[in-house]
């Protein structure tokens, strides 16, 4: 299996150019932040990023995403958007593809205006990157520490889709969507709703297990007591803090992370 090379960058003056009305997303990418530019895709392959809207029949005006890796040469890239209702490793319909010119930028959010092409999206939706040429530039993973398994996909060259910690990639992928009925990223959305895990729960909430509730403990992390706020809206680090903890229960990815060390653990043993 493919493993991706990719070079760090501590992006100094994010220059976004989203709007007042909030994209969907699942980084927890800010302003000031390391990002991961990933150079490992080879042409006609694609990272992509799954979202799920407050409701279907919303119409996708722009996406917006970081894309560079100390270069600054221009590329084109395919976009493609697909209905994800199905949930799995690769997408259904597609709902709409084209070609974009991008020149690689360390420091400014590139945006892709397609307000005027009328996608109308299903609830549970795809955003992809198409590459025409390996190396930088290249779409970027947030380095929060965390990852939400079921929201970050690759399909790579003789392998198909997969989801990116199968890769063994550990950040979200700064990719977002803008949408007519906007959207919450992981300083903003709402609690509350039953679940009974992460998936269940909207973009910026993690789902408490004790109470099969959907909360947050941060929006940013000055709530966190030294440590960072992921894109869960989990504190990682720090002296836990948490403006908004439901409390009971091991968070996701406290759980995910069990499992991993018990896996590894069982395989050195045998």
């Known amino acids: 299996m493919r493993v991706f090379a ?3 960058v501590l992006v100094l003056a994010l220059a976004s150019s989203a709007g007042a009305v909030p ?13 991961g530019f990933m150079g490992g895709f080879i042409a006609g392959e694609i990272g992509a990023s799954r979202f799920v809207a407050a409701e279907a029949a919303q119409q996708l005006l722009k996406v917006h995403l970081l894309f560079g890796g100390q270069s ?18 690769a997408p259904g319909t597609e709902l709409f593809s084209a070609d974009f010119q991008l020149t690689g930028s360390d420091t400014a959010m590139q945006e892709l205006d397609v307000s005027a092409s009328n ?20 779409i970027a993973q947030d ?26 990639l550990t950040g979200d992928w700064i990719i977002r969507a803008g949408t007519s009925g906007g959207g919450s990223g992981p300083d903003g959305g709402a609690t509350g709703g039953s679940c009974s895990g992460n998936p269940d729960c909207p973009v910026g909430n993690f789902c408490d297990l004790a109470n099969h509730t959907c909360t947050f403990e941060c929006r940013t992390n000055d709530d966190c007591g030294g440590g960072s706020c992921n894109s869960l809206g989990q504190c990682v680090g720090g002296d836990g803090g948490g403006c908004c903890q439901s409390g009971g229960g091991a968070s996701g990815g406290a759980f995910a992370l069990a499992l991993l060390v018990l896996a590894v653990v069982g395989r050195r043993r045998r």
Not at 72 to 89: P, Y
Not at 119 to 138: D, S
Not at 147 to 155: E, G, Q, R, S, V
Request: net charge negative; proline share 1%.
């Open 143 to 168: 380095k929060d520490g965390t990852i939400a398994n079921d929201k970050n996909y690759l399909m790579a060259d003789g392998f198909g889709w997969g989801k990116s910690s199968m890769f063994g």
């Open 23 to 35: 994209d969907l997303q699942n980084d927890g990418f800010n302003s000031g932040d390391s990002a």
């Open 72 to 89: 600054t040469a221009t590329r084109t890239i395919t976009l493609h958007v697909w209905d994800d209702t199905g949930g799995t490793d």
């Open 6 to 8: 990719f070079v760090t």
């Open 119 to 138: 996608i109308t999206l299903t609830q549970q939706f795809r955003v992809g990157i198409e590459f025409h040429a390996a190396g930088f530039p290249c």
